[in-house]
């Protein structure tokens, strides 16, 4: 027989989409359910609770077999265990069943057993969204891919898009772990009393084989032939797609917070998140150096990094509809880049703004350049936050304090050469914390460079933008944990607590006044206190700790002093956040009155 490449090649061809549709049968995408978990590790990083990070690090094979386990049963042969393992319900009886099997998670048994359940939480919470999201504006809108009468189903964009993230993204192998034991005991305590270990055993080991089939046997064929499917690329799923990996990974670290507080710390406070809360109504306008009082605020491109003559974004939310009861677990601005000229790395922060500024309706009618026109009165451009009525004290909002905050909320590395398309997020959590409190505080934020120098545009899509799904957002995921310390407790009886500067980037004098009048009880220490309920600092009556706090005292001789004043320095390794100052009286009395914004 004569060898035939071309046949061989679409022979393979053949298999290879017979692989993705197999997958698609199965509704099952098993690297991107172990993305989504491995992208929660930096999410990890300074929170709440510190040794969740340190169970991720240890127990990944664990994490990472929990992420497929959920998928199990699909396929059609048993609906009623499929359905099962992909409920909520199913989470919360598993964490039953570990807490009545160990009496703690001490042991490195009780730990594996326990990152395997925050595998399966990340699972089925991600697929909440993605399966949300699935739609347009969502993931399929975001594709560019033409629909047809034959139009790709979703669950075998699915599987092309796990074949995409396999080989664009590898990852080292992992010791799998299947609790078979505990998850029978589970079934069973829902009456499913059919599933035997025996079939467990079977089916997780098919989706090792399954996997290993995917990230070793298909091959750069595998690859070529999903790319044709779908023209897109990790990077492009990375960030912020509605169901994507980035928005998945940000709901799984809310849900393991919630399962890690119940089984190691024994709290029922933690309860289920409501995903996201998404704003894209947004005021926005670049500043341009070289066309300094020219206003851009209906320009349908952002000129966020220029070549040549310094460029910067503004951008503004209205968050007061914001309930306020409940946490900010974390919140996120994205842009997604658009165009611009390819050159090396740079770096852009994102600062919050102190001084009100006028979005305006500049357009220079250009559809490449976004230069805007000439500002009309109370618009903002290069040299005024509003022309004609309000300077900023340096031009392009760069004075500290007056027009922007001196430290950055956070930095972003950009390399213009990146495709088109791709998402990019700035964490400003401390701003939006301060904004919710304190609307009156909220004048947006400020994208700049790092270093100004560095060649390369990047152009992001406005809140003007034609293409809605593109433009500018800010989505604050947050849970319904109340505060711990009771911030709306009544202080007794004329007290006053007061705190300045807030926000504040080193030091915050606190004074309570008040707190000699005749019968008060004695005012003993102040305490300062972390959204979590953690104390961060305690600052005793009379004590000066070196270099942290100091107080003293106001009143005439022979009286008791009517006021305290407090000084608090926080410890250098403490993060920005929102914290609340509580007085503490004689007798155990604890009154909370203030919240203090720190930003470093």
Request: include cysteine; glycine fraction near 8%; proline fraction near 6%.
């Amino acid at each position: 027989m004569s060898y035939n490449g071309s046949t061989e090649i679409n022979a393979m061809r053949t298999l290879i989409v017979l692989l993705i549709i197999s997958m698609a049968a199965f509704a099952w995408a098993p690297r991107t359910h172990i993305e989504i978990a491995r992208l929660a590790e930096p999410l990890l990083e300074n929170d709440i609770f510190p040794d969740l990070l340190d169970l991720f690090r240890e127990e990944r094979g664990a994490i990472y077999s929990g992420t497929n386990f959920p998928d199990w049963a699909n396929g059609g042969y048993t609906p009623q265990w499929a359905s099962r393992a992909h409920s909520m319900a199913f989470v919360d009886k598993y964490l039953e069943v570990l807490m009545d099997s160990f009496p703690d998670f001490s042991s490195p048994g009780a730990r594996r057993e326990l990152a395997f359940l925050l595998g399966v939480a990340s699972h089925i919470y991600g697929d909440r969204v993605w399966h949300s999201y699935h739609t347009p504006p969502g993931m399929i809108g975001a594709l560019t891919m033409a629909e047809t009468e034959d139009a790709t189903t979703e669950l075998v964009i699915e599987g092309a898009l796990d074949v995409i993230i396999a080989y664009e993204n590898p990852i080292p192998s992992f010791a799998w772990f299947w609790p078979y034991e505990t998850i029978l005991k589970v079934y069973h305590a829902f009456g499913d009393t059919d599933v035997t270990i025996a079939e467990l055993v079977t089916r997780c080991t098919g989706l090792q084989t399954g996997y290993d089939a995917i990230i070793y046997g298909a091959g750069p064929l595998s690859y070529i032939s999903s790319k044709a499917l779908i023209p897109w690329t990790y990077e492009n799923y990375l960030d912020y797609y509605p169901g994507g990996v980035g928005h998945s990974s940000q709901i799984s670290v809310t849900q393991w917070r919630r399962l890690w507080a119940k089984a190691v710390h024994g709290a029922d406070y933690y309860q289920r998140s409501e995903y996201q809360c998404g704003y894209v109504d947004t005021d926005d306008a670049h500043l341009l150096e070289a066309h300094p009082e020219n206003n851009t605020g209906r320009e349908e491109m952002l000129v966020a990094a220029t070549n040549d003559a310094r460029g910067r974004t503004l951008l503004y939310w209205n968050v007061s509809s914001f309930d306020t009861t409940r946490r900010i677990d974390s919140a996120l601005v994205y842009l997604r880049y658009a165009d611009g000229t390819p050159s090396g790395a740079k770096t852009l922060e994102a600062y919050r703004l102190n001084r009100s500024w006028g979005e305006g309706a500049g357009h220079d009618g250009s559809e490449t350049t976004f230069n805007g026109a000439p500002a009309a009165t109370g618009e903002a451009c290069w040299t005024h936050a509003r022309y004609g009525e309000v300077e900023w004290l340096r031009p392009g909002a760069d004075a500290f304090i007056y027009d922007r905050e001196s430290a950055p909320l956070s930095a972003r590395a950009f390399d213009a050469s990146s495709p088109a398309g791709r998402w990019y997020s700035w964490n400003i959590t401390p701003a939006v914390e301060l904004w919710t409190s304190s609307p009156s505080a909220n004048f947006g934020i400020v994208i700049r460079e790092m270093s100004e120098s560095a060649a390369g545009q990047m152009l992001v899509p406005s809140g003007e933008s034609k293409a809605t799904s593109s433009r500018p957002a800010l989505t604050i995921f947050s849970s319904n944990h109340p505060v711990n310390v009771a911030e709306s407790a009544p202080l007794p009886e004329n007290i006053a607590i007061t705190a300045y500067p807030n926000p504040f980037n080193s030091s915050v004098t606190i004074s309570i006044d008040g707190v000699g009048a005749h019968g008060r009880a004695p005012l003993l220490q102040v305490e300062i206190y972390d959204l979590a309920g953690r104390v961060v600092a305690e600052i005793p009556v009379g004590s000066r700790p070196a270099s942290t706090a100091s107080n003293k005292t106001t009143g005439d001789a022979g009286v008791a002093p009517t006021t305290r004043e407090f000084i608090w320095q926080p410890a250098p390794d403490l993060p920005s956040g929102v914290f609340l100052v509580r007085a503490r009286f004689d007798g155990g009395v604890k009154m909370a009155a203030k919240r203090v914004v720190y930003l470093k």
